[in-house]
């Protein structure tokens, strides 16, 4: 996430369940001069130069497990900018995939349609997945649709799948209108500020 502050807080992995105190990376505003913090929950969120001074959005965290060894995502949520919140962000992608799932989907990028591997983030273990497969989680799937980064075989283009379950059960693959691999009111990084006034689509609301 390149330049991030540390937000010390209490969240539980969307990979394995464990709650516990995390250390959750935070690149929203960060400063670029290397003047980060280790923050906590109640305290002001400071901003570099440029972005909004006081801050409310729903920004993108990331943690890393120390249960599992895996990384999650998290939300983070500013309110004037104070941190007021931590939850986790189930639908964010990872570094560390935990499952893999063998669909057919056309790349989005060369409109090519053949068998690509999509890399899941809520599975129990590794495992190698085909449509009609059983899904297991730790956590409960809401919407019964998950989303998972694909890798086109043909260009090499990378792009965001979503994927649906009935029941527990792998169903269909499609290209997930949303690229962003945070969920779309996440922001993974601080709109430019000038005047007082947000410069992110000019609504002040996250992305």
């Given at each position: 996430m390149?330049?991030?502050?540390?937000?010390k807080a209490?969240?539980?992995?969307?990979?394995c369940?464990?709650?516990?105190?995390?250390?959750?990376?935070?690149?929203y505003?960060?400063?670029?001069?290397?003047?980060l913090?280790?923050?906590s929950v109640g305290?002001s969120?400071r901003?570099a130069?440029?972005?909004?001074?006081?801050?409310?959005?729903?920004?993108?965290?990331l943690?890393?497990?120390?249960?599992?060894?895996?990384?999650?995502?998290?939300?983070v949520?500013l309110?004037?900018?104070?941190i007021?919140e931590?939850?986790?962000?189930?639908?964010?992608?990872?570094?560390a995939?935990?499952g893999h799932?063998?669909a057919?989907?056309?790349?989005?990028e060369?409109?090519?349609?053949g068998?690509t591997q999509i890399?899941?983030?809520?599975?129990w273990?590794?495992?190698n997945?085909r449509?009609?497969?059983?899904?297991?989680?730790?956590?409960?799937?809401?919407?019964h649709?998950?989303?998972g980064?694909?890798?086109?075989q043909?260009?090499?283009h990378?792009?965001?799948?979503a994927?649906?379950l009935s029941g527990?059960?792998?169903s269909?693959?499609?290209?997930?209108?949303n690229?962003s691999?945070?969920?779309?009111?996440?922001?993974?990084?601080?709109?430019?500020?000038?005047?007082?006034?947000s410069?992110?689509r000019g609504?002040?609301?996250p992305?």
């Amino acid at each position: 996430m390149g330049n991030y502050n540390t937000i010390k807080a209490a969240t539980t992995c969307s990979r394995c369940g464990e709650r516990a105190v995390y250390g959750i990376q935070c690149s929203y505003g960060a400063h670029a001069d290397g003047c980060l913090e280790t923050l906590s929950v109640g305290d002001s969120y400071r901003t570099a130069p440029g972005h909004h001074p006081y801050p409310t959005e729903d920004v993108a965290g990331l943690a890393d497990c120390h249960l599992c060894g895996l990384d999650f995502g998290v939300r983070v949520k500013l309110v004037t900018g104070t941190i007021r919140e931590v939850t986790p962000e189930p639908d964010a992608l990872g570094a560390a995939p935990d499952g893999h799932l063998t669909a057919p989907i056309e790349c989005p990028e060369c409109r090519t349609r053949g068998e690509t591997q999509i890399e899941l983030y809520r599975a129990w273990e590794t495992t190698n997945l085909r449509l009609g497969s059983v899904y297991r989680t730790t956590l409960p799937v809401q919407g019964h649709r998950i989303r998972g980064r694909a890798t086109c075989q043909y260009c090499r283009h990378v792009f965001v799948a979503a994927v649906s379950l009935s029941g527990d059960v792998l169903s269909s693959v499609a290209v997930d209108p949303n690229q962003s691999e945070f969920r779309q009111d996440v922001h993974d990084t601080a709109p430019a500020y000038e005047g007082g006034i947000s410069l992110s689509r000019g609504s002040g609301r996250p992305r």
